[in-house]
C-alpha cells in the first residue's frame, strides 16, 4: 500500500484528499444518528443495528489515530536515536594529524 501511495500523482493525492473528506464527513454523520429507541419508533432491533454502525464507525476512527500516533512516536524516536549517536560522535576524540 506504501508503494502504491507513494506512486500516486499530483492529481491522484488530491482525489484521494477529497475522498478522504467524504470520508470523515461521512463518519461524522453516522456517529450524529440518533440511536435511541423512540428515535427509530422502539424497533430494538434497529437500534441494535444503528448502534453497532456507530461503533465500527468511532473504532475506525480510533484506530486510525493510533497509527497516526505511533507512526509520530516512531519519528520522534529515530530521531532521538539520531540525536544521541551525533553526541556521541562528538565526543569521540580524533587523533592528531
Known amino acids: 500500500m506504501k508503494d502504491e501511495i507513494a506512486t500516486l500523482q499530483e492529481g491522484d ?6 475522498l478522504r473528506g467524504k470520508a470523515l464527513r461521512t463518519i461524522e454523520y453516522v456517529l450524529d444518528l440518533p440511536n435511541s429507541l423512540e428515535d427509530l419508533g422502539g424497533d430494538l432491533m434497529m437500534q441494535h443495528r444503528r448502534v453497532r454502525m456507530q461503533l465500527d464507525a468511532a473504532q475506525s ?3 486510525d489515530a493510533i497509527k497516526i500516533d505511533e507512526a509520530s512516536l516512531h519519528h520522534v524516536e529515530h530521531t532521538d536515536k539520531i540525536d544521541i549517536l551525533m553526541k556521541k560522535l562528538r565526543a569521540v576524540k580524533m587523533p592528531a594529524e
Not at 13 to 18: G, I, K, L, Q
Open 13 to 18: 493525492a488530491a482525489h484521494f484528499d477529497r
Open 61 to 63: 476512527v480510533v484506530a
